[in-house]
C-alpha cells in the first residue's frame, strides 16, 4: 500500500485506542503500522478487542517511541493524561503529524495544565506547536497544524452546545453546564467507578464544579468569542456505555424566541457533516457508534438551554480525531467516517 499514510496508534489496547483501529483499519488512505500496548505486547488485537478479532496477523507491540517513530508518518495517541507528553519528543524530531487525545497539549497554559493535573507538564516547549482540534470551530488552524490536541469528550459536547453563542458574542458571564457520561469515558480500566454493578442502575454527580476540563471548555469559548466566562460545570455519571449528554444553561444580552435561536444555530452549523441541529432534544443512543454531534436549542425570554449529544469514544475521541487528520492531509474530511448509527 505505498500511497497510504503510516500511521502509529500508541495506546492501541485501551477504548480511545480501540475506536482508532475501529476507524483507521478501514480508512481508504491509511495504513496502520503499529498499535502498542505494554500489557498486551505480542497478543492478537482480538484478544482485547473482540469485534476486531478478524485481523489475526494484527499484533501489539511495546516498541520503544524512538522505532515507533521512524517507521510512521503520523502518530495518534491514546494514553492517560500525563503521559503522551513524555513520549513524544521522538516524533516531534522527526516532524510526525502527531495526534493526541489526552489533556496534555490542549491547555496552552503549562502552569494551567499543572493546576488542573497535579503534576510539572514534562514538554512545556512544545505546547504552542499543537492545534486544539475541535474541528467545527478550529477547522482552519487544524488544516495547516502537524500536531493536534483532541478535545475532551465532555469539551467537545459543551463546546459544540455553546459555540454557535460564542461566535455570535452571546455568550458571557454565568453558564451553568451539566453533563452525563456513559462508562467507557473512564477508559478500560475498571474501578468503582466504572463496575457494572456499581454503575447500571445508578445515576450521580461527581466532581462537582472541579472537574478538570473546565479550562480546556473556557479557553476554547473564549477564542470563539465568549466574555468572562463563569462556568459552572456538572459532570455526571450515567448508566449507559457510551455518550454524553449534555445541557447547557445561559443568560442572553437580549429576550429570544427558540425559533430564532434554532435559526441561528442551524445556519452556523450550515454544511457540518457531522453537526445536526434538531428540533427535539438530542439523544446520545442515536449518535453511539457515530461522528455526529446531535444539538438542540430552547430560549424563554433572556435564558437559554442548549443541548447536544455525542458518542465520547467517536466524536469525543477518536472520530474527531480522524476528522482531524483527514483535514491536515487535505482528504475530504468525512473520509473513512460517513456511516449512521444503529436503531433501534
Ligand atoms: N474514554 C473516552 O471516552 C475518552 C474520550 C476523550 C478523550 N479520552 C482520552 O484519551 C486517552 C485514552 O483514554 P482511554 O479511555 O482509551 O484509556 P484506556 O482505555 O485506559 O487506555 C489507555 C491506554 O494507554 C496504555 N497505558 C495505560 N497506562 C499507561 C502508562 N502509564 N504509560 C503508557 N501507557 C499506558 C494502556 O495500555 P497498556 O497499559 O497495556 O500499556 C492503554 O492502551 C486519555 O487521555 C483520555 O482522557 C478518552
Redesign the pocket.
Known sequence: MPDRLKVAI?????????ELLRLLLYHPHVEVVAM??????GKAIGSVHPNLGHHADRL?S?DPMDRVAANCDAVF?????G??MS?VRPFADKDRLILD????FRLRDAKAWEAAYGKPHAAPDLIPSFVYGQTECFRDQIKKARRVA????FP?GAILALAPLAREGLLKGRVILSAA?GS??????PSDKTHHPFRAEDFRAYRVLNHQHVGEIVQALTDLGARELDLLFIPHSAPMVRGISTTAVASLPLPMKSEDLAAMYRLQYQGESFVRVLADPPRAGVVAGTNFADVSVAAKGKDAVLLSAVD??VK??AGQAVQDLNLMMGWPETTGLEYPGTWP
Open positions: 500508541v495506546g492501541a489496547s485501551g477504548y480511545g485506542g480501540s502498542t500496548s505494554r500489557s498486551k505486547a501489539f511495546d495517541f491514546a494514553l492517560p493524561h503521559e503522551a513520549r487525545l489526552s489533556a496534555d483532541c478535545p475532551g469528550c467537545t457520561t467507557s469515558g473512564s477508559g478500560a480500566e465520547n469514544l469525543g475521541a
